[in-house]
């Protein structure tokens, strides 16, 4: 009974704690967000466009989920629809990202309170514990993409949720962690495509630790090697039959309504496509030593991880070469994707090295003895703050961190759309929602603007004056990716030298109204 009584206070206890440190994590990152967003007007253009597209699914008529688009991973933008729906009565929550900064915000809480909760399943003293995930939540980058809306911080908390069911599995070799780690998988696939080699890595990680973890022959009966290859079969379908499915149904979805499966992958507005504007990328050595650059800030607690194994004699096991694995995956295929000219090298797409080590400190922190502990959490904060300092650095550096300094809305945008609502409230006007998302959040009558979410966009973009438009808006093709907008598309020399069916109305930097003749 006593024993009873006292587990029934532990758990009170724990889900206070818990409770308490969401409710911390989130409110600071949420402050952050607003004033960040709404009062300095910051807002990053990959963070906007998730918001748009939850916009256009409630506001663009007819009102469909498909109006989220197929390029991007739709759940980011899935999540704000409840947030986007109170648009209505204050528009500055998708005019200003709002809806954003608050998923990003409660995945930052949910973050720290799993990576709590595995400390406590791992048994470490609770002031270790508190003092990680403090240093952890307030560095700079990680405390940034907490509150501006980007897709990162859900996918952080896909990857700290993996890792650390992972761990517990190692440890446990209880089967329902490799369930929660299917299941999360997929949500990672709806979060950021990146989920791709991550999956690999895990997958990779599994094999390993069925091979080589002594733990593991209570599993396999007799010990006999074709047991353990039946065991390691149906382990790997478990572990990917979720993801799986979900990469299908998101071709499937692709397919029935673009009529392109890949469309995702290959279409004018994809990764793929926008990545053809970007710079050559230069030798593999020139690669290496740029990615080094915006990797080596998120790598000191592996490094910890490096130094203290070594001390200890424990570099050289299996577990180690799982979180190598891990870690490497992403920055391979970043890697890759610099050599084949399909990414922008964004400072972001060199971050995942950090939630990864993050969450695999509890169980690297168990495996050490009681008297050796303290000397692991001194190396492990000395190197976390080396790591908040070098992202400071890596953030503060326009040149490393190109998309925080220079991809963000512009000022242009808020000043068409203020046009719009006061010299053409009542005018039909049409745009390719691609470089224009900013526009038309701020614009008040939503329901007279036709963008490339609507059903008929593509049949009002050849005849544009036949179903009453009155207005387009087309961006300037010589600014970066302009050129795939719909209009420029379609009429190529309209940017430059107008036609015969619209003339000039206004001019703003980067972008021209043109009125539609009759």
């Not at 733990?215 to 007799?222: G, L, M, R, T």
């Not at 907008?485 to 940017?495: A, E, T």
Request: hydrophobic residues 50%.
């Amino acid at each position: 009974m006593a024993k009873s009584y006292n587990k029934s206070i532990f758990l009170k206890l724990q889900t206070k704690s818990s409770l308490l440190l969401f409710l911390v994590v989130f409110i600071t990152e949420f402050i952050a967000g607003i004033y960040f967003s709404y009062f300095k007007g910051i807002l990053l253009n990959d963070a906007f466009s998730r918001t748009a597209n939850a916009f256009y699914v409630l506001y663009v008529k007819p009102i469909r989920l498909a109006s989220i688009g197929f390029v991007w991973n739709p759940l980011p933008s899935i999540l704000q629809l409840p947030f986007v729906a109170l648009s209505k009565i204050w528009r500055p929550i998708v005019s200003s990202g709002i809806s954003a900064v608050i998923i990003t915000s409660i995945s930052a809480g949910f973050s720290a309170v799993l990576l709590l909760k595995t400390f406590t399943k791992f048994n470490i003293q609770r002031k270790y514990s508190i003092c990680i995930i403090l240093l952890y939540i307030t560095n700079p980058f990680i405390f940034f993409y907490g509150m501006n809306g980007m897709s990162e911080e859900p996918f952080f908390l896909a990857i700290i949720y993996i890792v650390t069911n992972m761990t517990l599995w190692m440890k446990k070799g209880k089967p329902e962690y490799i369930v929660k780690i299917s299941f999360a998988l997929a949500v990672a696939f709806l979060c950021r495509y990146e989920a791709i080699p991550f999956s690999a890595a895990v997958g990779i990680g599994v094999l390993i630790n069925i091979f080589f973890n002594e733990k593991e022959k209570k599993f396999i009966p007799h010990n006999l090697k074709r047991e353990k290859y039946y065991y390691a079969e149906g382990t790997t379908i478990v572990l990917y039959a979720p993801i799986l499915y979900t990469i299908l149904i998101w071709i499937f979805l692709n397919w029935t309504i673009t009529g392109n499966p890949f469309y995702f992958l290959n279409s004018v507005y994809s990764n793929a496509t926008q990545s053809q504007f970007t710079k050559p990328a230069g030798s593999y050595l020139e690669i290496i030593l740029y990615i080094l650059k915006r990797a080596l800030p998120f790598l000191p607690p592996f490094f910890a991880i490096i130094i203290t194994r070594l001390t200890t004699k424990r570099l050289v096991k299996n577990d180690f070469f799982i979180l190598f694995v891990l870690i490497i995956s992403m920055i391979i295929f970043h890697f890759l994707m610099l050599i084949k000219g399909s990414s922008y090298g964004w400072l972001r797409f060199f971050s995942y090295s950090l939630p990864i080590c993050i969450a695999w400190i509890p169980y690297e922190l168990s495996e050490f003895k009681k008297t050796l502990q303290p000397l692991f959490f001194n190396i492990l904060c000395v190197f976390l703050i080396i790591s908040s300092i070098s992202t400071v650095i890596a953030l503060s550096s326009p040149v490393i961190a190109i998309e925080e300094h220079y991809v963000v809305v512009s000022e242009q945008c808020t000043q068409i759309s203020e046009y719009i609502n006061e010299e053409l409230p009542d005018d039909k006007v049409m745009m390719d929602s691609f470089l224009t998302s900013a526009i038309i959040l701020n614009i008040k009558n939503i329901d007279n603007i036709v963008v490339s979410s609507n059903l008929n966009f593509n049949k009002y973009l050849n005849y544009p004056a036949k179903y009453g438009i009155k207005y387009i808006i087309v961006p300037d093709p010589d600014n970066g990716i302009g050129v795939l907008d719909s209009f420029n598309k379609k009429y190529p020399s309209l940017y430059r030298q107008g036609t015969d069916w619209c003339t000039l109305k206004k001019e703003f930097e980067g972008y021209k109204i043109f009125q539609v003749i009759d």
